[in-house]
């Protein structure tokens, strides 16, 4: 077997607090406006992740150099707006928030850069950056339809008035970062309102931004300035914990310093319609980002329905959700989710695959899924298909299985959430 070969045997309940690591999209953003503000930024919580390990690794690419100080935290040394003309092509390793959302700086400056990926990232759709990029005055060549590897041939900007077909908060940030270097107002007008961290982020390092709904706008040519901030824990990897907890009426879970940001926010108005008693405390505001602690208890677990503007707000929690709902009364649709075939594996296909493997019946649609509840699930050898989110939502479920449950390749884990495992187990009783 082996080394990132993960068995987990079931559990009676779970119990316990839980510390989650710094928000993956908040420290992608701040990692990169860092590196472009003037003086020394200082991140305390700063993500674990390897994909933000990614983004760290391009910007001391791009002439910003970073450490990791005594305390913890990370600091950036910002140089200002113009970086450094990158001597190598520059690895996004599995990240798409890197690629695309660093494209909108690479844009703005006088070099040319590439960007490439691992396997997972280099299938992913890029030309919803390179469009806009695009009509702002950059050069992109990408792959056959616009897949990486990406070369970006940047210079001076011109500011666009942007309505994206997907709605993308990837997409979003990066036409704004590039707007930054743009002459006058860049305005990004969404489908459907997506998570706002850019345009919070953009405001607490001093850009001129404004945002109501779905419509984002920044105006260009104004420094940024170093910013010394606290990042509050992920949401995304918090779900985790909330649907295990889902899964066994009487358990209870504490988890501190959670990212309550109402874009992300969403999940939790599902859990409590699902089933899942919530309390939300000790409520503050950083830098923009609202951050709270998270107390759970599990209850009858009903399941529902997840479509619309609510699978644009769920869109990384859907697998896990997806992943217990055999356990639930009632059972899942999920529709509207054609996105989830194009994430770092196509979530739709690895999420029926491995419930498939476990027993489950259930429906593969398109844009979505279909998953009875009542269901009994007993264990299997499943593949993380290199996914972190596909390995995390799998160990959850595995959990209420009749039986050990393998997970291939679940190092993939590590792209979010690298102490996962352990987390998981410490708050497992068998
Ligand atoms: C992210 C936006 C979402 C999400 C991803 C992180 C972000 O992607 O799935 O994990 O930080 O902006 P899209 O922009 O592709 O929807």
């Known amino acids: 077997m082996s080394a990132s070969t993960v068995i987990i045997r079931p559990a009676r309940a779970v119990q316990g607090v839980v510390r989650i690591p710094g928000d993956k999209s908040i420290s992608h953003r701040y990692a990169m406006l860092s590196a472009i503000a003037r003086g020394i930024s200082r991140f305390h919580n700063f993500s674990a992740a390897r994909d933000c390990a990614s983004t760290l690794g391009c910007m001391r690419q791009l002439g910003a150099e970073w450490r990791r100080a005594d305390d913890g935290a990370i600091e950036v040394d910002g140089i200002g707006s113009a970086l450094t003309a990158p ?70 900007l011109r500011a666009i008035h942007y309505r994206p077909e997907v709605a993308s908060a990837q997409v979003k940030s990066c036409v704004l970062f590039a707007g930054l270097f743009a002459d006058g107002e860049t305005i990004v007008e969404e489908p459907i309102r997506t998570r706002d961290h850019g345009e919070l982020a953009l405001r607490a390092f001093g850009a001129e931004v404004e945002h109501t709904g779905n419509v984002a706008s920044i105006h260009g040519g104004h420094a ?117 075939r194009v994430k770092e594996s196509d979530r739709i296909a690895a999420v ?43 160990a959850v479920a595995a959990l209420r299985a009749q039986g050990e449950t393998t997970i291939l390749n679940a190092d993939a884990a590590g792209v979010s959430y690298p102490t996962f495992f352990e987390d998981l187990h410490s708050i497992a009783t068998d």
């Open 352 to 394: 029926a695959t491995n419930l498939r493997k476990m027993g489950a019946d259930l429906e593969e649609r398109p844009d979505g899924l279909r998953i009875p509840g009542q269901q009994k699930l007993h264990g299997a050898e499943l593949d993380s298909f290199g996914d972190h989110r596909i390995a995390m939502a799998f």
């Open 87 to 156: 001597s190598a092509a520059l690895d996004c390793g599995n990240s798409g928030s890197t690629m695309r959302m660093l494209s909108g700086i690479l844009a703005g400056q006088p070099f040319t850069s590439e960007l490439f990926g691992d396997e997972s990232l280099s299938r992913r759709p890029m030309a919803r950056i390179i469009k806009p990029l695009s009509e702002m005055g950059a050069t992109i060549a990408s792959s056959d339809s616009g897949r990486p590897p990406l070369k970006i041939h940047g210079g001076p």
């Open 224 to 340: 940024l300035t170093a910013l010394e901030a606290r990042v509050p824990g992920d949401l995304s990897s918090a779900a985790f914990f909330l649907c295990a907890a889902a899964l066994f009426p009487g358990s209870q879970l504490s988890l501190p310093g959670i990212l309550m940001n109402p874009t992300r926010a969403r999940l939790l108005d599902i859990l409590i319609q699902m089933g899942l008693k919530v309390a939300v405390g000790q409520i503050e505001q950083h830098h923009g980002e609202l951050v709270g602690s998270i107390e759970v208890h599990g209850d009858a677990w009903k399941g529902g329905t997840i479509a619309g503007a609510d699978t644009a707000a769920l869109i990384d929690e859907i697998p896990v959700l997806a992943a217990i709902a055999p356990f639930s009364q009632n059972g899942l649709e999920v529709r509207d989710a054609k996105e989830l």
